[in-house]
């Protein structure tokens, strides 16, 4: 399997956001749909997994997924062997999935003699600051796609994002050299589900990605996050669906987005 060479187009924007002019696809040209719209979920704290699982299979929507194990709300991990039925569940609705790295690792910089500087968030390592090559980063990428095998049975799409959307150029280049397009997303489609409710309320968020949004933007937001009181997914998962549908827009897996459409 393998994925478009105009996914690097992506890599060129700012941190994190994707921006994609005048994105069409063959479900967008179609006369019910103005434009389509790219729905995807980091790993989180897993709080609102279910929700967010039985809202888009209530709408039958397709998203995509990136995958990291990371703590959750009931104890176990997102990608502990508890959660293969979930897993398992997805596959079966036809979502996409990325690595989001096992360990949550976040970068820090790029290293003179081309080594990464990095910092996982969980694992054996977590909090530490080390070096890795571009071959050890992608051995974390594939890490993920190993555990989904046994999870699932199958292997994830050629697709992967940097914890925090933060790139740098070696992790680019790692993350391209095995074999993975970086995913990021659009101004617009910033969620903001991990920001403070105090400052951003769930509805101002709504407001404004209902009015932003537009044909090819991906949006972004987690499966739980701890930090944040008042929860985006139950709040504004339904009615952003519905007010996007309102304005005759289009769900899809990334397979279908022009960037990182798969060949067959």
Not at 13 to 26: F, H, I, R, S, W
Not at 86 to 101: I, M, N, P
Not at 210 to 237: E, F, T
Request: aromatic share 10%.
């Amino acid at each position: 399997m393998c994925f478009s060479v105009a996914a690097s187009a992506a890599d060129a924007q700012l941190p994190g956001t994707t921006n994609v002019a005048n994105a069409t696809n063959t479900n967008a040209a179609s006369k019910s749909c103005r434009g389509t719209i790219y729905l995807t979920f980091d790993t989180g704290s897993q709080s609102q997994a279910e929700f967010i699982a039985s809202t888009l299979r209530k709408y039958r929507i397709k998203a995509s997924f990136f995958l990291a194990n990371e703590k959750t709300t009931r104890g176990d991990y997102s990608l502990s062997p508890e959660w293969a039925g979930y897993w398992k569940q997805l596959v079966a609705d036809g979502h996409a999935f990325g690595s989001h790295t096992f360990d949550h690792v976040y970068v820090q910089s790029d290293a003179p003699d081309g080594r990464i500087r990095l910092k996982p968030q969980f694992g054996a390592q977590a909090g530490q600051s080390l070096l890795w090559t571009p071959a050890q980063y992608c051995d974390e990428l594939k890490r993920v796609d190993q555990r989904f095998l046994q999870l699932t049975g199958q292997h994830l799409d050629p697709y992967w994002r940097a914890p925090g959307g933060k790139l740098t150029p070696g992790l680019s280049a790692a993350g391209a050299a095995c074999g993975y397009a970086h995913v990021g997303w659009a101004p617009a489609g910033f969620s903001g589900d991990e920001l403070p409710s105090e400052k951003f309320s769930n509805v101002s968020l709504l407001q404004r990605m209902l009015r932003d949004l537009k044909d090819g933007d991906i949006v972004m937001a987690h499966l739980g996050i701890w930090s944040r009181r008042d929860p985006w997914a139950p709040a504004n998962l339904e009615p952003l669906i519905q007010g996007l549908q309102q304005k005759s827009f289009c769900f899809a897996t990334l397979r279908e987005h022009p960037l990182y459409r798969l060949k067959k």
